[in-house]
C-alpha cells in the first residue's frame, strides 16, 4: 500500500450558501483521511493516545484548484511523505467524482510523550508497521 483512499459525501453544514465547501473544512477531510491510513495499519489515534503517544499538528497547508459542492462525493487520498522519525508527514489530494483535483495538501504531525508532554520518537510498532512501505 502506498496510499489510502477514503469516501466521504459533502454535508449541508459543511457549505456556505452557494452549496460550495468552506474552505476551513479540507483540514478535517485530511484528519479523515489520516485516520483511515493509521486504520488500514490497525491503529488509531485512541490506541496511540492509551500508549502514552498524542498526535498533535504542527503543520497544515492547503492548496484551492476547484470547489466541492453539497451532496458530491470526494476521494480523500492520503500518502505519507517520508518514514517518521519524531514527527510524521502526508500529503493529500481530494478529488471529485468526475475524478477532478480539488485540493492538495501537506499536514504535518509531532509525536508527543503525554506524560512528560514532549516531543518523542516514533513509536517502534508503527515503524515495525511500515517496513515494506513504498513511499
Known sequence: MDYNETKLKVRYGETDQMGV???A????YFEVGRTEWLREFGLSYKGMEDDGIMLPVVSLSINYKNSAHYDDV???????????????EFSYEIYNESEVLLV???TVLAFVNMERNRPTRCPKYLLEKLKNYTL
Open 104 to 106: 492538495t495538501g501537506n
Open 21 to 23: 465547501v468552506y474552505h
Open 74 to 88: 470526494l476521494t480523500v487520498k492520503t500518502m505519507l511523505k517520508k518514514m517518521p522519525t519524531a514527527s510524521i
Open 25 to 28: 473544512n479540507y483540514a478535517a
